[in-house]
């Protein structure tokens, strides 16, 4: 076991519950770094060609709010593909002790298939995407349990600054029934925030089993991609940021993203329990800054 996988006990809760929070596992230095970065891309994201994929921009923006955002002036909510955008991004699939213990979790050997960063601006009292399941958007994988959902916090999230809430053990539970309304109709204020939302909303905010995933900034937590979750809406007077990577088994192909515009990339994160640099795919998305 390397010194930055989890302990027996910890993998034996993650594969009971469904998943992990890794407190400190970014340094401040680093949760300062990325964030300066994504902020930096909101502002220019407009007219930066790495923030479009042929006529499509990557990024969704909030829709109907008033005011006005110096440090996010598209009010932006979702960015994808970010091993595109900023070489720091592609490097954080790297992590050392986060990539460790993505293997730890549903190695040995992994890929990233999907990269996105989420923002909750101010106000913003709707959850976006309610209750749902990872799974959801990698549906032919869903009885493999070896995808993780990857959550960076850059900034300390509570019930009412945007935390993730989940169902421990739900990740055990088949893909449920779903819609693409969001529960909270027009006032979700949020472009194509509906997509995979499962129907019974009411059931799972009610379920005793749910908690708030409290966290600070550096923490970072592990979530079997098919656990229920949803993200939390944000009272608070500041924006709230995180990153999200998805990890799954090296071994699985034929990824399935015919319901995703925009297709998917798929590289490799970790090979014999290290981060995976010597490949052609990371040569060439370094190579492209």
Same mark, same amino acid.
């Given at each position: 076991?390397?010194?930055?996988?989890?302990?027996?006990?910890?993998?034996?809760?993650?594969?009971?519950?469904?998943?992990?929070?890794? +407190?400190?596992?970014?340094?401040?230095?680093?949760?300062?770094?990325?964030?300066?970065?994504?902020?930096?891309?909101?502002?220019?994201?407009?007219?930066?060609?790495?923030?479009?994929?042929?006529?499509?921009?990557?990024? +969704?923006?909030?829709?109907?709010?008033?005011?006005?955002?110096?440090?996010?002036?598209?009010?932006?909510?979702?960015?994808?593909?970010?091993?595109?955008?900023?070489?720091?991004?592609?490097?954080?699939?790297?992590?050392?002790?986060?990539?460790?213990?993505?293997?730890?979790?549903?190695?040995?050997?992994?890929?990233?298939?999907?990269?996105?960063?989420?923002?909750?601006?101010?106000?913003?009292?709707?959850?976006?995407?309610?209750?749902?399941?990872?799974?959801?958007?990698?549906?032919?994988?869903?009885?493999?349990?070896?995808?993780?959902?990857?959550?960076?916090?850059?900034?300390?999230?509570?019930?009412?600054?945007?935390?993730?809430?989940?169902?421990?053990?739900?990740?055990?539970?088949?893909?449920?029934?779903?819609?693409?309304?969001?529960?909270?109709?027009?006032?979700?204020?949020?472009?194509?925030?509906?997509?995979?939302?499962?129907?019974?909303?009411?059931?799972?905010?009610?379920?005793? +089993?749910?908690?708030?995933?409290?966290?600070?900034?550096?923490?970072?937590?592990?979530?079997?991609?098919?656990?229920?979750?949803?993200?939390?809406?944000?009272?608070?007077?500041?924006?709230?940021?995180?990153?999200?990577?998805?990890?799954?088994?090296?071994?699985?192909?034929?990824?399935?993203?015919?319901?995703?515009?925009?297709?998917?990339?798929?590289?490799?994160?970790?090979?014999?329990?290290?981060?995976?640099?010597?490949?052609?795919?990371?040569?060439?998305?370094?190579?492209?800054?």
């Amino acid at each position: 076991m390397t010194p930055t996988a989890l302990r027996p006990e910890q993998i034996a809760q993650y594969r009971d519950e469904g998943f992990h929070v890794e +407190r400190g596992a970014l340094s401040p230095g680093e949760v300062q770094a990325l964030l300066d970065e994504l902020l930096d891309v909101y502002q220019t994201c407009k007219t930066d060609p790495r923030c479009t994929r042929g006529d499509q921009w990557l990024a +969704r923006s909030v829709q109907d709010i008033d005011g006005t955002f110096p440090d996010n002036p598209h009010k932006i909510w979702l960015l994808s593909f970010l091993e595109e955008i900023r070489l720091p991004f592609l490097e954080l699939a790297f992590h050392p002790r986060v990539s460790a213990i993505a293997d730890e979790l549903v190695g040995p050997g992994t890929n990233v298939v999907e990269t996105v960063a989420l923002t909750k601006l101010p106000g913003i009292t709707s959850s976006f995407r309610g209750w749902h399941q990872d799974t959801e958007y990698f549906s032919r994988w869903m009885d493999e349990h070896r995808l993780v959902t990857v959550l960076y916090y850059l900034n300390d999230m509570d019930e009412g600054s945007a935390a993730t809430a989940i169902v421990p053990g739900s990740h055990k539970d088949p893909l449920h029934d779903r819609t693409d309304i969001h529960p909270q109709g027009q006032d979700s204020n949020a472009d194509s925030s509906g997509f995979g939302q499962m129907q019974e909303q009411e059931r799972w905010e009610d379920d005793p +089993r749910r908690i708030i995933l409290e966290v600070q900034a550096g923490d970072v937590a592990f979530i079997d991609s098919n656990i229920i979750h949803r993200a939390g809406g944000n009272v608070s007077a500041t924006s709230r940021h995180n990153i999200i990577y998805t990890y799954a088994n090296s071994e699985m192909r034929g990824l399935d993203m015919t319901g995703i515009s925009l297709g998917s990339n798929v590289f490799p994160a970790t090979r014999d329990g290290r981060p995976a640099r010597d490949t052609e795919e990371y040569r060439a998305f370094r190579d492209s800054f």
